[in-house]
């Protein structure tokens, strides 16, 4: 009876789409990109964080969100480190003085040292929370989305670039993981595991895991036919390459646009959906010439759409909200002025908590008393 209960348990279990959780995850980081607001930016972590928690898998890259958050700490000491010993002294409430050291001339406007302002110290610390924020919603993707599931979702015609997009992407989580095993391992030993001492032992493991699991990959990319290509002409191959290029261009410079205040209204959204237009349309022709099959691809159902469009909306919100609300989104310095809290923004990141209800439940292992082996094992292509 409790084996039945369970099967049934896993009917509607199964792993969701990689692409869904990156357009919610990069979503998040648009947002992000609009403010300096430290309220709302510590509002969209805490809509990370929760979200992992509630829906990461029991997997060793599900494992990396913890270091995103430490690199965003340091990233924020660095900021203000910066800000402290070599930039300007902006503002006039004076913290403290550190000793000065006179620089020369060609060396005017860097300074090393002396008067340090409150209002120089936000600034920095503004500046830096905004960057770690965005890295940490990077880890949040990295630690709900599979690699080999994103990997295999990619178009055809971008899977060579996606290849290296993926690997760039998993760096991280992989690097987490290997560490982690090998400092289990010095630990069971009896051996070192923090210091100068730990880091040199370590690094030699690391880097031989990370070169076996490249040659892995090679083989198992090779064995499967990887690069078959259908002909076609160079007329067209042309022609695609340059559509696609010219599409990646304008959306660049549509994101550019999104993110920098004051830049002209045609550069910012008009550009960016011509440039994917372009891109799609470029990748649609070019499809036709690969010849890849997928096993058991993954579905993108309503949770997906859910999932992503959250994303969607949350960046949505914060464009509306900077142009309603400006100076609630951009919290001043100069004076030093408490931040304000913008009611749409808010609005936006609790749609954003919407993968922690509607995201299916995760395929789970389950051990019967006569069965010593899980029932339901995940192979991954």
Known sequence: MKAALACGNLAHARWLHPGAWWVWALGLAAAASRTLNPIVLALIIAVAAVVVAARKPDAPWARSFVFFIKLGIAIIVIRVGIQILFAAALGTTTLFTLPSISLPSWMAGVRLGGVVTLESILIAFYDGLRLATIIICVGAANSLASPSRLLKSIPAALYEVGVSVVVA??????????????????????????????????????????????????????SRGYGRRNTNSASQQRLTAALLIGGLMCACFGTYGLVASGSPWFLSTPTLAAGLIASLIAITWSAKTAIRSRYRPDPWWLPEWLIALSGVFAVGTFILATWLAPFQMATPSDPPTWPALPILAVLGLAIALTPALVAPPLPRVFITPTQDLPTEIEVAA
């Open 169 to 222: 992407l998993t760096f991280t989580p992989q690097l987490v993981a290997d560490v982690t095993r090998v400092q289990s391992a010095r630990h069971l030993r009896g051996r070192v595991t923090k210091g100068p001492r730990a880091i040199a032992g370590a690094a030699m493991p690391v880097l031989e895991g990370a070169l076996e699991r490249s040659v892995t990959l090679a083989a198992a990319m090779d």
